[in-house]
């Protein structure tokens, strides 16, 4: 038969044990965790430098199409001007003939 002493140590020894392997499970999660929040931090950089380029590239896009819309209605002021100039010439010209 155990003494209450011993049961106590056993009992003391078991919570022990116990407690051990929970620090262990948790120091290992908070390693897992740790190598997320890295990898996280890794790919947070990355973003951000690709954003940059994405942005600069937008900028570039806007002023491109800024300059595409004046000359686009350039155009289209010189075509109305030749479709008015031809109606002229034909308005003048009925059968087709100079």
Known sequence: MKT????????????????????????????????????????????????????????ELAVSHKELAVSHKKTEEALRELAASQKRWFDRNPNGKA
């Open 4 to 59: 209450p002493q011993e049961k106590q140590m056993e009992f003391i020894l078991e919570n022990l044990a116990d407690v051990a392997a929970r620090q262990a499970r948790s120091e290992r999660q908070i390693h897992a965790l740790q190598a997320i929040v890295k990898t996280g931090m890794k790919m947070l950089v990355g973003l951000t430098a690709a954003q940059k380029k994405t942005d600069a590239a937008v900028r």
